[in-house]
């Protein structure tokens, strides 16, 4: 089933005297449920602009993007909230997790911001920590966590809520190469397992070791998929 689609999506921006500077050119792709797909690219290829448009942060200059068949139409901006509440849980590079709550209190507080709260959202934050490893870390705060402890707190904040679309932007960047290769095996493992779609923006080759396929974006155009190595 597919979750997430884009159609002939473009991004311009505009500079301080006005001048148009293009950052995507007809983008079209889908991603379908229990996929993992990578998505490289050199820096200022466009690949961060296309993941918020994917995430609803962001919306196209033009073109049209789908979340589980309900269109994240740009002319209704006070939907995407809502659409990214819902379907979309969003891995970053930097962790972003609040550092005076603890790994569980910070899982939390996302399935607050998606209404959920109580013992529902308590409950809810311990499965997801476990799911990643991290039972006998629930009440650490980030100070006491190590870097890939770190990550996998992230994670989890992005499983909390079964959204069906996990959105990664360099997932392993912080990470040595030991603890990246376990998030990436985690990574694998819970696509499959909770049938997620997974998108993973990477400069890191040992993403590829995950894939479904690999897209490259080159100067706002997506190439033809590859297989992943």
Do not use: W
């Not at 998606?114 to 529902?120: H, R, V």
């Not at 959204?163 to 990436?184: K, Y």
């Amino acid at each position: 089933m597919t979750v997430l689609e884009a159609f002939d999506v473009s991004k311009d921006y505009r500079e301080g005297r006005g001048e148009v500077v293009p950052v995507l050119h007809g983008v079209s792709l889908g991603l379908e449920r229990g996929e993992i797909v990578g998505l490289e690219g050199p820096s200022g290829s466009g690949k961060t602009t296309l993941l918020s448009i994917l995430g609803c942060i962001l919306t196209p200059t033009s073109g049209r993007v789908l979340v589980e068949g309900e269109e994240a139409d740009a002319r209704r901006p006070s939907r995407l909230p809502a659409i990214r509440r819902r379907s979309i849980g969003f891995v970053f590079q930097q962790f972003n997790l609040f550092p005076s709550l603890t790994a569980v209190e910070n899982v939390e507080y996302a399935l607050n911001v998606k209404g959920l709260d109580g013992d529902e959202a308590y409950q809810e934050a311990e499965r997801v920590l476990r799911a990643v490893g991290l039972e006998d870390r629930m009440d650490f705060l980030p100070r006491d966590l190590s870097g890939g402890q770190k990550q996998r707190v992230a994670i989890a904040r992005a499983l909390a809520g079964r959204s069906p679309i996990l959105l990664a932007d360099e997932p392993t960047a912080n990470l040595d190469s030991h603890v990246g290769a376990q998030i990436l095996e985690l990574f694998r493992s819970l696509a499959k397992k909770e049938n997620r779609a997974l998108l993973v923006v990477t400069h890191d080759p040992k993403v590829r070791t995950i894939c479904d396929r690999v897209l490259q974006i080159r100067d706002g155009r997506l190439a033809a998929d590859g297989l992943a190595a």
